[in-house]
Nanobody, 121 residues
Framework: QVQLVESGGGLVQPGGSLRLSCAAS????????MGWYRQAPGKQRELVAI???????NYADSVKGRFTISRDNAKNTVYLQMNSLKPEDTAVYYC???????????????WGQGTQVTVSS
């Protein structure tokens, strides 16, 4: 079993910054893609940013140029640096990772518990 633990959410004023972290632990042989998703009230969960094992990244158009995803493979951790935050960024942010527990098993998807980000004056 694998656990993803997020941290770094909170309340910030428009134009401010936050850094989210997500650490994976448990039965890990290899972590493939890691990503951040978000879900605002009344809306579907959407992809924010994703980074693969080769550190190639992809972003939602709404966050390009403002958010940066990165990972530290030695720590099994993915980060999301969020700058120039807007009220429309308010949502619960979820970490996602595809984890192989051994050399022969395809990646299994895991989700974190979510962390609230609120952008408001």
């Amino acid at each position: 079993q694998v656990q993803l633990v997020e941290s770094g959410g909170g309340l910030v004023q428009p134009g401010g910054s936050l850094r989210l972290s997500c650490a994976a632990s448990g039965s890990i042989f290899r972590i493939n893609a890691m990503g951040w998703y978000r879900q605002a009230p009344g809306k579907q969960r959407e992809l924010v940013a994703i980074i693969n094992s080769g550190s190639n990244t992809n972003y939602a158009d709404s966050v390009k140029g403002r958010f940066t995803i990165s990972r530290d493979n030695a720590k099994n951790t993915v980060y999301l640096q969020m700058n120039s935050l807007k009220p429309e960024d308010t949502a619960v942010y979820y970490c996602h990772a595809g984890v192989s527990p051994n050399i022969i098993t395809m990646p299994i998807p895991y989700w974190g518990q979510g962390t609230q980000v609120t952008v408001s004056s």
